[in-house]
């Protein structure tokens, strides 16, 4: 079935240095690839959706100057944590639209857990 | 705008319990519904889904049924195992957009 790789799993980074987290569809393409992040006993926050090729389209409320997304190819999108500060310190997760698959073919990834000190 | 609210855990129940995770939605026209499981580690999984009035989805022992009349979809199973232990997300889509919108997910623990 369709897997989607999210790398890291975890990771811990100092306050001011930026982060970048990769999501891979790793056996279809993928036009369209969203970002959540999810808070502690708090639902999946949609964050922004990327497509291949163009610029992402953000929620309302998420700064796209700090939250960077790039949709290279069909098969990754990263998503950049910029100058993170402990606020940012959640789990984010990825998800991949299979291309060519049916209206539902949401493939989440395992997400990352970010915490910076 | 278009929501979800279920139930809040924790829960804990013993194996071969009766499990019923509510949830119910708001939105205009007609969405379709899922719920998908998250296991210890990994990440979200689609369990099932129903796309209109009345159907019913099931999978692994688990169903929900799509009420329109209540904007529910209420996940249940009648003999819960160990290996069932995860966080259960309600979710929908509305036509027309791709993006799906959660629910809070509660978290199940099944003992032995």
């Known amino acids: 079935g369709a897997v989607v790789s999210q790398h890291p799993s975890w990771v811990i980074c100092k306050s001011g240095t930026s982060v970048k987290i990769e999501c891979r569809s790793l056996?279809?393409?993928?036009?369209?690839m969203f970002w959540y992040r999810q808070f502690p006993k708090q639902s999946l926050m949609l964050m922004a959706t990327?497509?291949?090729?163009?610029?992402?389209?953000?929620e309302q409320g998420v700064e796209k100057d700090k939250f960077l997304i790039n949709h290279a190819s069909l098969t990754l999108s990263t998503l950049t944590v910029t100058s993170a500060h402990p606020e940012d310190s959640s789990f984010y997760i990825c998800s991949a639209r299979n291309s060519a698959g049916d209206s539902y073919g949401y493939t989440f990834g395992s997400g990352t857990r970010l915490t910076v000190v | 705008g278009n929501s979800v609210t279920q139930m809040e855990g924790p829960v804990t129940l013993s194996e071969e319990a009766f499990l019923t995770i509510n949830c119910t939605y708001t939105?205009?026209?007609?969405?379709?519904l899922f719920w998908y499981v998250q296991y210890p580690g990994e990440g979200l999984q689609l369990l099932l889904k129903?796309?209109?009035?009345?159907d019913k989805g099931s999978n692994k022992g688990f169903e929900a049924t799509y009420r329109k009349e209540t904007t529910s979809f209420h996940l249940e199973k009648g003999s819960v195992q160990v290996s069932d232990s995860a966080v259960y997300f309600c979710a929908l889509n509305q036509g027309g957009s791709e993006k799906l919108v959660f629910g809070k997910g509660m978290k199940l623990t099944v003992n032995p």
């Open positions: 939105a205009t026209g007609y969405p379709s």
């Open positions: 056996d279809f393409q993928a036009t369209t």
């Open positions: 129903a796309t209109k009035a009345d």
């Open positions: 990327s497509n291949e090729g163009s610029k992402a389209t953000y």
